[in-house]
């Protein structure tokens, strides 16, 4: 990684099922950045956010996947597998200059991480609350699926009002390390993710942008995906809404530009 050329730390961080494991994807594709799948999970999830620190994101460190750190290991899941293995590669060619990581609560610690890393940028993801809230129904609803069935669409809002704190109050004391992408428009807007890595000193590539429509034809062609608000009824789509803090949502939509909000903007 090289800070001197303008690089740094770069923190995925949204309400769970906003689309940060999608957006890591993407960032991926870029030659420049690599970003962790959940790799340091255990560490937020288990009290130990202590432990998070620069050093753990040199090669050496980064790639020596402990179970300590996360549940997502490349030697029991081809996906982190595969995952680890590309960003090795990008690594040993020594061309990477964001290297971070992906875990939907690292905005509980922000705080902390924008002390511990000088060069940073906390990259939250906004997706619509109502359709946050449906995938959450659909996971809690599948008995094949994990996820905790008490963790349905009433539980949403407070997760999601959570993030929407942690962006206002970063606004207000770290805006030059905050940046906002709108879900709606990352995928399917090549102005968008262009406008995003600007404000990281980074040019869109014609691969990624291919990556990027393959991504959005995916995701809009996967089953459960289409019409994901049909997940839940009128009803709860109006409680979502009702207890959402839409006021606070829509003060940081109506400061994007771009469907990105910049670092070291007002809200």
């Given amino acids: 990684m090289t800070i001197e050329q303008g690089g740094g730390h770069l923190f995925v961080t949204g309400c769970p ?17 690599a970003i962790g799948l959940e790799r340091y999970k255990r560490y937020v999830a288990w009290g130990h956010r202590w432990k998070i620190r620069p050093r753990l994101f040199e090669p050496s460190a980064f790639l020596q996947v402990r179970h300590q750190q996360t549940n997502l290991l490349p ?23 964001w290297v971070g990581d992906k875990v939907p609560n690292y905005y509980t610690i ?27 129904q659909r996971r809690a609803r599948n008995p094949k699926d994990r996820w905790p069935s008490h963790n349905d669409f009433s539980k949403t809002a407070s997760e999601y009002n959570a993030m929407l704190r942690a962006i206002l109050a970063m606004q207000q004391h770290a805006s030059d390390k905050l940046l906002v992408v709108d879900y709606a428009h990352v995928f399917s807007e090549q102005r968008t993710l262009a406008a995003l890595l600007q404000q990281i000193k980074l040019e869109l590539t014609p691969n990624m942008a291919k990556k990027a429509r393959d991504l959005n034809q995916h995701y809009s062609n996967a089953p459960n995906k289409t019409n994901s608000q049909n997940a839940l009824t009128t009803d709860q789509q109006h409680a979502v809404r009702q207890a ?17 909000l910049p670092t070291n903007s007002t809200l």
Avoid: C, E
């Fill in 17 to 33: 099922r906003s689309g940060t494991t999608a957006l890591a994807r993407l960032l991926n594709f870029h030659p420049q950045i």
């Fill in 75 to 97: 030697q029991s899941s081809p996906v982190a597998n595969n995952w680890y293995a590309r960003l090795q590669t990008k690594l040993d060619a020594g061309q990477v200059q």
């Fill in 110 to 136: 922000w705080r902390l991480l924008v002390r511990r890393f000088p060069h940073i940028r906390v990259l939250f993801i906004l997706r619509d609350p109502v359709d946050v809230a449906s995938s959450w």
């Fill in 244 to 260: 959402v803090d839409i006021a606070a949502l829509n003060a940081i939509k109506s400061r994007m530009i771009d469907g990105v």
